[in-house]
């Protein structure tokens, strides 16, 4: 079934509104013809009125003349005249009623003949008395024309008026066919809503009541607490019962699941609760425990805030100490300074003594170069001798005192030589000597030079060591400002400490406290589990 | 430390000595007298009664020691300047003058293939009395004259052979190698411009 709830409701009231609407338009077809057919009838009613009326006019034009002629009288003429002035207009009134009916109006013009014949012969008779008497009026009327005529009237009024006779019957005989009709169309109306009505009935109280019933015990067996019933009803139906049963399905698989996951939440909640009793228990102890290191803790402060004292006092020990290093590292630097200008003098004087042994060398440079004369003058000496000997030896015996002579001459020269030889060699160890002590110099110089260079860099080391004993100096006072600080703070401390051992009795009533609470929660997770005992998932 | 005070007193004691000259004392001069009196008292001329007495001229050339006979040595001299002549054997030093006269230098290390060690150069001439013209040879050093008897010139040793042999008489017994100087004189080979007078 694809139609909704709703939509078959509505179809079963459509269907008799339905039936109700036929119903009603057959009854106001019937009933309008039924007041056209009346409606008819009076038509017809006044036709044969009109007809008699005709008829009595001229019945009073006749009795009118007839009473004139009888009497000759003018006031007999007064029907006659009242007829002959409405005759028209009555004829004119027939011919508009009957503007319908050709048959009628082809009667009505056949009527006009007779009728005009008759008013001519009143007419005439009448005009005949008034102005010749009675007798020649009573032969016209003699002629029996006037009675012809009106005789010819009569029939024609007759005629027509059975013509209207026979529409009315006829029209009598449709009235009653379409009350009878109209009858039949309600009776059997009634019938087929009723039909209708119980058919739709049945048929929603099998789609709709039945799967809806079917559902509500499901509803009860669950609020009795069996969560494994299920809805048996066609899933696949699209409708609303189809969503209900679907959704209806779905809910009891979510509570079971979740009557489920409540009988594990309450396990857990059981444990839980015993854990955290377990566990207050353990912070009942700790905070003893922690009252007891705070006892520890504030005599620990206390001796630190002593021992800050002594190094308070220590420190202004190490500031004056410092102070005094200061200055006499100002008597060591100036003490460097003159050692400088002595080292200075003493490279000046070491220049002063390179100098003098350098003109020393230079003087020993001129006794060589005289040593180097006087060789020379030996070496002649020599080769005068030898030449004398060589003379001497020429002259023979003549000779040979000369040849003594020429030997001394010799021997000398060579005394000379060797003088010579021995002051060169002496000449050779000053020029080392020299050598040497100019070397000695250099060296000291460069040990002065060394020696200023240490000086400085020991003035320096000093200058750093005076800087080192300010920043010490400096160290020293702030160690003992901030040792008063730490002396405050100290006194903070103590005073935090008591504050944490209030706290801590404050924990400890606490944690009574939530053991309390942990046994309401113990209690709740058993209450919890029998709740959820009472479902059967 | 430095005895400066020493120092001071041993330079005083340096003045002083310097004032005196540096001359010997009395003492030492009476040593110096002493010596040379015992040369002079010395016999002159031993074994001069034998003959056979070699007087000789002792040189150095290139460390060896060589020694000419007086006699035919006219003189020593030191050697000024030594022109070298170009077209003359290498043992040829050049021409030299000695007093105004031109001589031609004979280098006898040159002609005996001496090795040169390098040591003090020729400075010294000894001048040969030739029989046409006198030639010097070429002295590192004069040492003096010696006389030797003759008996104690070894001639005949081995090593006076080769080049040198017939410029040698012999080697006395402190080895100086004694020249024959007439022998060095009648030398062709020395004359310079001889080959080119021929």
């Given amino acids: 079934m694809k139609l909704t709830v709703g939509a078959k409701i509505w179809a079963c009231l459509g269907g008799v509104l339905l039936i109700l609407l036929i119903v009603a338009a057959v009854s106001y077809g019937n009933t309008r013809k039924l007041t056209e057919t009346a409606t008819w009838r009076a038509h017809s009613f006044e036709v044969q009125g009109g007809l008699l009326a005709l008829l009595s006019v001229m019945q009073d034009a006749e009795t009118g003349q007839r009473g004139y002629l009888v009497t000759g009288e003018d006031r007999y003429l007064e029907p006659y005249q009242a007829a002959v002035r409405s005759i028209d207009r009555t004829l004119q009134t027939l011919k508009d009623l009957t503007a319908d009916n050709a048959t009628q109006q082809r009667n009505l013009e056949t009527l006009r003949e007779p009728v005009k014949a008759k008013l001519d012969e009143l007419k005439e008779t009448v005009d005949l008395r008034r102005g010749q008497g009675f007798e020649p009026a009573r032969q016209v009327v003699l002629t029996d024309r006037g009675k012809q005529a009106m005789d010819e009237v009569r029939r024609q009024i007759a005629g027509m008026q059975g013509v209207e006779s026979e529409l009315l019957r006829q029209r009598e005989a449709a009235m009653a066919t379409s009350s009878e009709n109209t009858l039949w169309v309600i009776l059997g109306g009634a019938g087929i809503a009723a039909l209708f009505v119980i058919a739709a009935g049945s048929f929603l109280g099998r789609n709709i009541s039945g799967p809806l019933r079917e559902i509500t015990v499901i509803a009860e067996q669950i609020g009795g607490g069996d969560l494994t019933v299920s809805p048996t009803t066609d899933v696949v139906r699209t409708d609303e019962i189809g969503i209900l049963a679907r959704t209806f399905r779905t809910m009891t698989g979510k509570l079971r699941q979740l009557i489920q996951e409540i009988r594990e939440g309450t396990n857990v909640l059981g444990t839980a609760a015993s854990q955290i009793v377990t566990i207050t228990a353990q912070v009942a102890a700790g905070a003893a425990e922690t009252a007891t290191a705070l006892a520890q803790t504030s005599a620990t402060m206390e001796e630190v805030k002593k021992t800050s004292q002594v190094s308070s006092e220590k420190a202004l020990y190490v500031s004056e100490t410092a102070q005094n290093t200061a200055q006499i590292s100002q008597g060591g630097r100036r003490a460097v300074e003159q050692s400088i200008e002595g080292i200075s003098k003493v490279r000046e004087q070491i220049g002063a003594i390179a100098e003098a042994v350098m003109q020393l060398s230079e003087q020993s440079q001129a006794i060589g170069e005289i040593v180097a004369t006087v060789n020379d003058l030996a070496e002649q000496s020599n080769l005068l001798a030898v030449n ?29 030589k060797q003088a010579t030889a021995q002051v060169r060699s002496i000449l050779g160890d000053i020029q080392k000597a020299t050598a040497t002590a100019v070397l000695a110099a250099e060296q000291g110089s460069k040990a002065v030079d060394a020696g200023v260079k240490q000086s400085i860099e020991a003035g320096e080391a000093i200058e750093r060591l005076a800087q080192s004993i300010s920043t010490a100096t400096q160290a020293a006072t702030q160690i003992v400002a901030s040792n008063q600080q730490q002396q405050i703070g100290i006194d903070q401390v103590a005073l935090a400490m008591e504050n944490i051992r209030q706290a801590s009795v404050q924990n400890l009533g606490a944690t009574k406290q939530a053991e309390t609470a942990a046994q309401n929660l113990n209690e709740l997770g058993h209450k919890l589990k029998a709740m959820a005992g009472q479902y059967r998932a | 430390m430095i005895d ?72 020593v001299a030191i050697v000024t300047a030594l022109t070298p002549v170009p077209g003359t054997p290498a043992f040829i030093g050049g021409i030299a003058t000695v007093r105004g006269q031109i001589l031609s230098v004979l280098d006898i290390g040159r002609l005996f293939d001496l090795p040169d060690l390098g040591g003090a150069p020729p400075g010294k001439l000894v001048v040969l009395e030739g029989p046409d013209m006198p030639v010097g040879i070429l002295a590192a050093a004069i040492i003096g004259m010696r006389t030797v008897p003759a008996s104690e010139i070894e001639t005949s040793l081995p090593t006076l052979t080769g080049g040198r042999a017939p410029y040698l008489r012999g080697i006395d017994r402190t080895g100086v190698a004694i020249l024959d100087g007439a022998a060095l004189l009648a030398a062709r080979d020395i004359i310079v411009g001889a080959e080119a007078g021929q």
């Fill in chain 1, 388 to 416: 004398a000997a060589i003379e001497a030896a020429r002259a023979g015996d003549q000779g040979k005192g000369f040849v003594v002579v020429a030997q001394e001459v010799k021997s000398l020269a060579e005394q000379s």
């Fill in chain 2, 4 to 75: 400066w005070e020493a120092v001071h007193r041993r330079l005083a004691r340096l003045e002083t000595a310097l004032d005196r000259g540096g001359r010997r004392t009395a003492r030492e001069m009476r040593e110096v007298l002493h010596d040379r009196a015992r040369i002079l008292a010395r016999p002159a001329g031993i074994g001069r009664g034998a003959d056979d007495q070699v007087e000789f001229l002792e040189f150095t050339v290139a460390d060896e020691r060589y020694g000419i006979e007086t006699a035919h040595i006219r003189e």
